[in-house]
């Protein structure tokens, strides 16, 4: 009690000295203040009758404060559980209270050091000090960087219990796993250094067997299926039969054999109009089936009366040319599916000596020759889509859940495929496979590879990579900002596939020098590729595969047309975009490879103020005094992490030093090979834009790249043709093969077709004034979100039939042109929502592979899909505001 009578002696003198130490102090209602630095504000720190210090000018500025105990609160026994804290803490400038209190108390005992608390004088410091403020209050000594706390709290018995033990905890350097860093993004724990082999992959099987041997047996099984079916099932062979329709004749053709199925599918060559064009012609040739009830022997039908015969299809009416145009008109291929109803196919096997022939006939006084082929077990197509969406399912678990690469998986389900449509009667030879493979696009994706190899020896990737760090000052969203946007721009004149080949190692190299994770770059920016793409008829596959369509170009689709529609479109999904990958990676961190020393010393900090305040059970006031303080500095010390955790500027001597070390490093290698290599450039860009005029078209994008890396091999006399094919994505382009092999097994197996015909049905249900904005939604969305797992090429060929259909078909007054722009941006934002749903995505993932940076099938899926959802739901109101609302077409 002696010392609390005699601290209430001091307490009283200072409120006596001044009215400005009397209201800081004299009242609970008027606490404390100290700001960030630690400077109490309105505190007196000498008795009454000594001369105070000379107060140091402060600069203006706004200060930031935490309010503090006040003094007349600080009983005894909260002083005694101060004392129990670590020196760090009892030293902070948050517990100015408890340290003036201890001070007068040393004073009184006339044991006091003009620096005991050097903390409670302190200055206010302005805005523009405020981060080295924060610098240096993150600064601590290393005897207290990782402790634990001892509090003895004084309970109501009076005796003392001991919370927590103080402990020295060292850190435990963490294995360096920078190469791998890419695969994890946001805040995803890495696995054990252990557990992460050459490859990048981790080495889960040897951990869990049960996986493993499920896996080996699971895939087993499916090799044991793959191989019964295609050693019991012969290849399909269906020989095309030439045949003359005389004039005014019907010509019959006798089926060798009874239908297996009760579908017949008719393949007819010859020369016919395309089915845009039917109504421009008054020419038909007649094709229906007839069931004879006897025996026949010949081919002639004169043998038998109309009662021998009977009817067992509709007619398929067939458009054909003036007969004046028969030399000189390309052939064309028609084909059609016969239905027989269950009970003429029943009659048919019932009856002896029952046969089913082909009726053909036409209404042009000439001869018209013509091929035919037919299939008597053609697939069930309701069987068959349930098989291809089977397939499909299991191609994405073995690359979602990683089960094998994903170049086995798609090579695996390829050949399941195969399987199951030999199982179906349908299996198709070995030119029919090599047939499916798009050899262009193999063809562009190798010819790009090796360009960017040689490219890449002339060190332009590194030089461009210092310059964007230059213009962007080394911040973070400046940098991204810069990157989608240059990758738009390019992919609106290149594909896609070729832009991500230039962009991917600038943007790798970028992210290393920033220490940066450049896995969540490189997937922005091939999101940005395709979104790109989208602008100009030449920019995607399926752009070319729409404008590439004769009734589309004769009906006002041109080159300007395309792009002046597409472009606001563009522009307004990558407005959207950037904002969503503002909120994705809101938090900073998520972006970089490593987290920054300054937030591991305050994350850290925050950690071990909370620890000392858990420490604290609320068993008095007193303690909740001390409590309180404790829990404010947490307060400050959150909000100091949160303003430097959203901050994506790198140090300003930092990025100065950094850009002049890059800069002297990393100047162009090989002047000559980079004149070299931009000239072919040059010319295969220029051939690039050659092909989007018809007249000029004579090369592929294919040839055009590969006749262009010739050249640069020639000039530039390279002799280590090993080295050079060595940087080739062979498992890409494999990759690529199989998935081409797999789209086309599961389009004859009906599910392509199916997905048309349900689109077009849900159209047609709609009335009359709402048939434009529902064909634009259908089209855009399930063009999109069948795009998004399925190769958005078959996708685009089938869409196209479609919208060619609907806009034929006068009475229901639908534009073409509305949906044309749906269906270009369906597919090439589509893309977007998973990793296999366009080139460019297949290839970026392998560009990363490359450099030791991995993404898997959900680190893409949980970024893109939702970018893909949001910009397709976008361009829907952009659709439906410029064509429904304001009719621009």
Not at 589 to 601: A, I, V
Not at 731 to 746: K, Q, S
Not at 748 to 753: A, C, P, Q, Y
């Amino acid at each position: 009690m002696n010392y609390l009578n005699n601290l209430n002696v001091f307490k009283r003198r200072r409120n006596t000295s001044s009215t400005d130490s009397s209201s800081a102090v004299s009242s609970p209602a008027s606490p404390a203040t100290i700001d960030a630095a630690g400077t109490p504000a309105g505190t007196a720190g000498n008795e009454a009758g000594t001369p105070r210090r000379k107060k140091t000018k402060k600069k203006k500025g706004r200060k930031r404060t935490i309010s503090v105990v006040p003094i007349s609160e600080v009983t005894e026994a909260s002083l005694e559980l101060w004392r129990t804290l670590p020196p760090k803490i009892r030293h902070d400038p948050s517990m100015v209270s408890f340290q003036q209190v201890e001070l007068e108390h040393a004073r009184l005992h006339g044991d006091c050091h003009e620096d005991s608390f050097p903390e409670i004088q302190g200055l206010e410091e302005d805005d523009g000090e405020e981060d080295e403020d924060d610098e240096d209050e993150e600064e601590e000594d290393e005897e207290y960087e990782n402790e634990f706390i001892t509090i003895n709290v004084t309970n109501e018995e009076g005796q003392a219990k001991e919370i927590g033990h103080v402990k020295e905890k060292k850190e435990i350097p963490k294995p360096h796993v920078h190469h791998l860093a890419g695969h994890y993004i946001g805040n995803i724990t890495p696995p054990k250094h252990d557990d992460i082999n050459d490859t990048g992959q981790t080495n889960l099987d040897e951990d869990h067997p049960f996986r493993k041997y499920s896996k080996i047996i699971c895939l087993f099984i499916t090799w044991l299926l793959i191989m019964s079916f295609m050693v019991v099932k012969d290849e399909k062979m269906v020989e095309p039969k030439h045949l003359s329709i005389s004039p005014g004749k019907t010509k019959a053709y006798i089926l060798p054999h009874l239908p297996q199925s009760t579908r017949i599918k008719v393949t007819l060559e010859g020369t016919f109009l395309s089915e845009p064009y039917s109504n421009i012609t008054e020419h038909y040739l007649e094709v229906y089936l007839q069931m004879l009830s006897s025996t026949l022997e010949g081919n002639s039908s004169d043998i038998y009366s109309s009662s021998s015969a009977k009817n067992i299809s509709e007619s398929w009416y067939i458009p054909i040319v003036h007969p004046y145009l028969f030399d000189s008109a390309p052939i064309v291929k028609e084909q059609r599916l016969f239905d027989i109803i269950d009970s003429n196919y029943e009659q048919l096997h019932q009856t002896n000596g029952g046969l089913v022939r082909l009726m053909i006939r036409s209404n042009i006084q000439a001869s018209m020759p013509i091929a035919i082929r037919y299939d008597q077990s053609p697939v069930n197509r309701d069987v068959g889509v349930i098989y291809a969406a089977f397939v499909l399912i299991f191609l994405y678990v073995l690359i979602i859940w990683e089960i094998v690469h994903r170049t086995f998986a798609a090579v695996i389900a390829s050949t399941l495929a195969i399987s199951i449509l030999a199982a179906l009667n349908d299996r198709p030879t070995m030119e029919d496979i090599i047939g499916w493979i798009d050899v262009e696009t193999i063809l562009l994706l190798f010819s790009m590879m090796i360009l960017v190899a040689i490219l890449a020896e002339t060190g332009i990737f590194d030089y461009l990579s210092v310059y964007i760090y230059k213009i962007t000052n080394g911040k973070i969203w400046s940098l991204i900002h810069c990157l989608c946007l240059c990758t738009v721009l390019i992919s609106s004149f290149l594909d896609n596939v070729t832009t991500v080949l230039l962009m991917a190692p600038i943007t790798i190299r970028l992210c290393e020098v920033m220490d940066m994770n450049p896995v969540p770059i490189l997937m922005a920016i091939t999101v940005h590729a395709n979104i790109g793409g989208t602008t100009t008829p030449v920019g995607d596959p399926p752009n070319i595969i729409i404008t590439s369509n004769q009734y589309i170009l004769k009906h006002g689709v041109t080159f300007l047309t395309f792009t002046a529609h597409m472009l606001v479109g563009v522009i307004i999904v990558v407005i959207t975009t950037n904002i969503h990958l503002r909120i994705i990676y809101k938090n900073i961190n998520h972006l970089r490879m490593h987290e920054p020393k300054e937030l591991k010393e305050l994350r850290r900090n925050i950690k071990v103020w909370e620890r000392a305040a858990g420490k604290i059970p609320p068993y008095s006031k007193d303690a909740n005094i001390v409590r309180e303080t404790l829990m404010k500095k947490v307060k400050l010390l959150r909000h100091q992490y949160k303003k430097k955790m959203t901050k994506g500027t790198v140090p300003e001597d930092i990025y100065r030093s950094t850009l002049e070390e890059l800069q002297r490093e990393h100047p162009i290698k090989n002047r000559p090979l980079l004149i070299k290599s931009g000239v072919v450039c040059v010319f295969i860009v220029s051939l690039f834009f050659l092909e989007s005029i018809p007249e000029l078209r004579r090369l592929s994008s294919g040839w055009a790249a590969l006749l262009g890396v010739v050249l640069l091999l020639i000039i530039s006399d390279k002799n280590d043709m090993d080295a050079v094919l060595s940087r080739v994505e062979w498992p890409t382009l494999l990759f690529f093969a199989a998935m081409f092999t797999l789209m086309e097994a599961v389009e004859r197996m009906g599910l392509i077709d199916w997905i048309g015909h349900a689109t077009e049905t849900i159209i047609l249900s709609v009335s009359e004034d709402l048939r434009l904005a529902v064909a634009i939604v259908i089209i855009l969305w399930i063009s999109a979100l069948t795009s998004a797992f399925v190769d958005s090429i078959p996708v685009t060929a089938m869409m196209v039939k479609i919208v060619v259909a609907l806009s034929e078909k006068a009475y229901l007054g639908l534009p073409l042109q509305p949906m044309v722009w749906a269906l270009a941006f369906g597919p090439c934002l589509g893309g977007n929502g998973t990793l296999v749903g366009a080139s460019a995505n297949v290839i970026c993932a392998g560009i990363a592979e490359q450099h030791g940076y991995r993404f898997s099938f959900m680190d893409y899926f949980k970024l893109g899909f939702p970018i893909m959802l949001v910009s397709v739901l976008v361009t829907t109101g952009y659709l439906i505001m410029a064509h429904v609302v304001f009719a621009w077409h």
